[in-house]
């Protein structure tokens, strides 16, 4: 029978510093998934983690070797979650719309393969049983028409709407290209006004519709930042991050108050950059 599932095909991006990984952070995307499905518009299917480079230059950012390892490790149940260390293994800090190019031809590439393996002429075997009297076609031609690509939406808390509205940590041609050719899914905690946000932007207006509001009615107030002050006054973090995760974190005794010096005094990676560029109004 012909697949008759037409719904568009999603694929989820979270960029960030994963400086550790935690439950909210896999609960964004199970939040933004179920959402996104519920719709009957949309099928999720796959998420990706991507951990920001060391050059990002972050106060407290441990090594990016570390943060993949613990994302690994966090997602090695999931079957749909993967880990990828494309934008951390890059010398200099990217910017996030370099991270969704780089996914984005990644899909077309691996689509384009697909569908050209797809495609292959039956051989002679196959056209013989098509002509035979009540035999069926080959299974290829049997096979409903590939769906479209994919769409690629950034995965982000009310944070990121947040932040573009800080002086030269976006570049604005960035916001207008995230929001206008993939989208985004934000998932707001109670209390946030991530609408406030969109209203007072116009960039953001203009292209709403393409920014999905996940409101997340089930409180949960973890974040990395506490997380790593727990550690650094010796509490337990269990049940606030994967246990191999805490596990891992234990081995290589990370999160001390030596690691939460690190690039102290150092300006972030993308206001060193704009601060030397003109910014487009």
């Excluded at 994963?18 to 949309?42: C, S, V, W």
Aim: charged share 25%; proline share 4%.
């Amino acid at each position: 029978m012909e697949d008759s599932d037409n719904r568009t095909e999603v694929i989820l991006l979270a960029c960030g510093s994963f400086n550790p990984i935690t439950n909210m952070h896999l609960r964004l995307f199970e939040l933004a998934r179920d959402h996104l499905q519920e719709t009957g518009k949309y099928k999720v299917v796959k998420g990706i983690i991507s951990p920001v480079g060391d050059a990002y230059l972050k106060k407290g950012l441990i090594s990016a070797s570390h943060r993949l390892a613990m994302a690994r490790l966090a997602t090695e149940n999931s079957d749909w979650l993967e880990v990828d260390d494309w934008e951390s293994s890059q010398k200099e800090w990217q910017e996030t719309i370099n991270v969704l190019r780089y996914h984005h031809q990644k899909l077309k590439h691996s689509y384009s393969a697909n569908s050209m393996e797809d495609a292959q002429i039956p051989n002679k075997t196959s056209r013989k049983r098509k002509r035979a009297a009540g035999s069926q076609l080959p299974v290829r031609m049997n096979q409903p028409k590939r769906k479209c690509l994919p769409q690629l939406k950034i995965l982000c808390g009310t944070d990121l709407l947040e932040s573009f509205a800080v002086p030269s940590l976006w570049k604005p041609e960035d916001i207008q290209e995230i929001v206008s050719k993939h989208g985004m899914v934000c998932v707001t905690r109670l209390g946030n006004h991530a609408q406030k946000f969109i209203y007072e932007s116009d960039t953001l207006w203009k292209h709403k519709e393409n920014i999905d509001l996940v409101e997340e009615w089930i409180t949960n107030d973890i974040s990395a930042t506490k997380i790593r002050r727990a550690l650094r006054r010796g509490q337990s973090i269990r049940y606030l991050v994967p246990d191999l995760v805490q596990s891992y974190i234990k081995q290589h005794n990370l999160y001390t108050v030596e690691t939460e010096d690190q690039n102290a005094g150092i300006v972030l990676a993308p206001l060193q950059r704009y601060a030397q560029e003109p910014i487009k109004n």
